[in-house]
């Protein structure tokens, strides 16, 4: 069924449960910078305590996490977007975008427009600043929401949607499904990185199997990847340096409502 809130432009919808943002880019502060860890990061099970969570890890999330620990997540689960994408294009909704990493490699693999949306402004400052190699933004907009809220986004609005890191630890479930299918139209792509640990545990086998059984959605290709580089393994936090992922690509069927 159609949302009833009205639409903006781009069929983007701003409101109470999606803040369509222009962020300003996070510049250099003499503030002392609050030391952030995986650990930390995994035991934040609610929206304010994720918000604040990735406030705080905002400024060096990129240099203390990301290039530290040897973080490969987001540029393998690009890679196999593009390589299932096929012929649908259009419109890409990065889920979770933080502070723009995925953006940056789609637009690296000529994929554009692109559409971010996080629960944290100050993540999604810094994926304000994020370009191309041309220097251009490789955003189209980004959204403050939490993704297990509504979503102030039209329906059928995306060609294709897109996560790395989201499905892990923290409060988002594969209850967000239902949003981010009812956003995308008729034929979108989707690749989706779950953490392996948690996905029948969290659910998300069976909330699979009853989208698939419904015929809202493809028999989803399941692909086993590394989270972290290898060589980087002594500066993982705890026994978290062979964590693996599972990316699920599947397609949204014609005629589909989420179950």
């Known amino acids: 069924m159609q949302n ?6 781009d069929g983007l919808r701003p409101g109470n449960s999606g803040k369509l943002i222009e962020p300003v880019p996070m510049g250099d502060s003499t503030e002392p910078v609050p030391e952030i860890g995986l650990e930390a ?4 099970k609610t929206p304010s305590g994720n918000k604040t969570l990735y406030e705080d890890w905002a400024p060096t999330y990129e240099s203390g996490f990301i290039e530290y620990m040897g973080y490969v997540y987001h540029r393998t689960v690009a890679d196999l977007f593009v390589v299932h994408q096929g012929e649908v294009k259009g419109e890409v909704l990065d ?11 789609l637009r690296r693999l000529d994929i554009e427009p692109i559409d971010g949306i996080d629960i944290s402004p100050a993540m999604l400052s810094n994926a304000a600043a994020k370009t191309n190699a041309d220097g251009e933004a490789a955003y ?14 039209a329906d059928d609005t995306y060609s294709g949607v897109i996560s790395a890191g989201t ?14 299918l009812r956003v995308a139209r008729t034929g ?8 392996a640990e948690h996905f029948v545990e969290r ?27 290898p060589d980087h393994a ?18 949204k069927l014609a005629g589909a409502a989420p179950v």
Request: proline residues 4%; hydrophobic residues 50%.
């Open 140 to 153: 189209r907009h980004l959204i403050a929401a939490d993704l297990m809220q509504p979503l102030d986004i």
């Open 203 to 229: 659910g998300f086998d069976a909330k699979f199997a009853s989208l698939v059984a419904a015929g809202v959605i493809t028999e989803p290709d399941l692909i086993d990847i590394a989270i972290y580089e």
């Open 188 to 195: 979108a792509t989707f690749a989706l990185g779950i953490n």
């Open 95 to 105: 889920v979770g975008c933080g502070t723009g990493i995925v953006g940056v490699e």
């Open 234 to 251: 002594a500066n993982v936090e705890g026994d978290h340096f062979d964590d693996r992922a599972l990316v699920a690509i599947f397609r």
């Open 4 to 9: 009833p809130r009205a639409e903006t432009g």
């Open 41 to 44: 990061a995994y035991a934040a």
């Open 167 to 180: 499905f892990t630890h923290g409060h988002v479930g594969p209850e967000a499904f239902d949003e981010m």
